[in-house]
């Protein structure tokens, strides 16, 4: 099947080469000549403009979009309804907001341009393991396109099967499904991001519990100097806490045990907030999922002047000075 894709960076170039790999015809754009370069050295066939890369796509033509959310997609999207026809597809497979989705659905939708919004989990590990996509759209379109998700999707592998009422969808065993409407891919994806923060900033805690047992501050015959390369690696072994994220846990510990190339600052995409306030909107409690958007938060700043008026307060009320104070 051909596809056009815009957007080559770490997620959009490596779904090109997987789909060229599995013997689909990718026409590309970027604004990156380098990465154009390199995709067309791959056998991708590269378009210098949006102009070229409609012109080089045949009837009834679909264009993958993998750019950040917001203004970039915005822009990108807007600006191939005005020169695709009735009958083609857009596709953005980025990490867009839901509600876009639907604006830009019905934009398209007046002149008879399909919109489909594709949540697409896997990151740089997407080439050989395929992704994880959750679809949203009509389900004709979502249908012309299944090709194109069948290549990239992971498929069955080595996962134990699950066992699933007859009749359900085989989809979702290969790795991806059809969520719902226009909105419900990217939804279903940001609600997978909100879960995601939760699980890394659990191990993160756990970690550092472990990392600071041989603390001088504790009693001498209670401090264990934890090798926590190993703990990473044994609990990847029939642990009931084991997890991709733990597997890449411990590749990055084995790598550097004191993870010192990194700074501790963590940033947030949105998929987070998002989360926060669909759940705010449905009265649910996400107690877990709201701690770990505001450790990110936490994570770019030395100290805050809420730890500030703690100590003051701590002060005011037993005397209690920092540590910095006392030794002065």
Not at 108 to 136: F, H, K, N, P
Not at 155 to 178: F, K, N
Request: net charge negative; glycine share 14%; proline share 3%.
């Amino acid at each position: 099947m051909q596809l056009g894709i815009v957007g080559l960076g770490r997620m959009g170039g490596n779904i090109a080469r997987r789909l060229m790999r599995g013997g689909h015809e990718c026409v590309v754009h970027d604004r990156d000549a380098r990465a154009l370069a390199d995709l067309g050295g791959e056998g991708a066939t590269p378009a210098a403009d949006l102009d070229e890369l409609v012109s080089r796509l045949v009837s009834p033509r679909t264009v993958w979009v993998m750019l950040p959310a917001g203004g970039p997609t915005d822009e990108t999207v807007a600006a191939l309804g005005e020169r695709l026809a009735a009958g083609d597809c857009v596709i953005d497979g980025g990490n867009s907001f839901y509600r876009d989705d639907i604006r830009r659905a019905e934009a398209l939708g007046a002149r008879a341009i399909d919109y489909l919004d594709v949540g697409t989990s896997g990151g740089v590990w997407g080439l050989e393991r395929g992704y994880c996509m959750m679809v949203g759209g009509a389900a004709a379109a979502v249908e012309r396109i299944d090709p194109i998700l069948k290549t990239l999707a992971p498929g069955v592998g080595q996962i134990p099967r699950t066992r699933r009422a007859a009749g359900a969808d085989p989809r979702a065993e290969l790795g991806y499904i059809h969520a719902g409407p226009v909105g419900a891919g990217h939804f279903v994806k940001m609600v997978h991001n909100g879960i995601e923060y939760g699980l890394m900033q659990a191990y993160a805690e756990g970690f550092d519990i472990l990392s600071g047992k041989s603390a001088a501050s504790l009693p001498q015959d209670e401090r264990y100097d934890l090798n926590l390369t190993d703990v990473a690696e044994v609990w990847r072994r029939g642990s009931v806490i084991s997890s991709w994220l733990l597997d890449l846990t411990a590749q990055a510990l084995a790598g550097d045990a004191r993870l010192e190339k990194y700074s501790g600052r963590v940033e947030d995409s949105g998929e987070g907030r998002w989360t926060i306030e669909a759940a705010i909107e449905e009265a649910v409690s996400v107690d877990v999922l709201a701690a770990a958007l505001f450790a990110r938060f936490r994570s770019r700043q030395d100290h805050t002047f809420g730890e500030r008026l703690l100590s003051a307060m701590r002060f005011g009320f037993g005397g209690h000075l920092e540590e910095a104070a006392r030794g002065r």
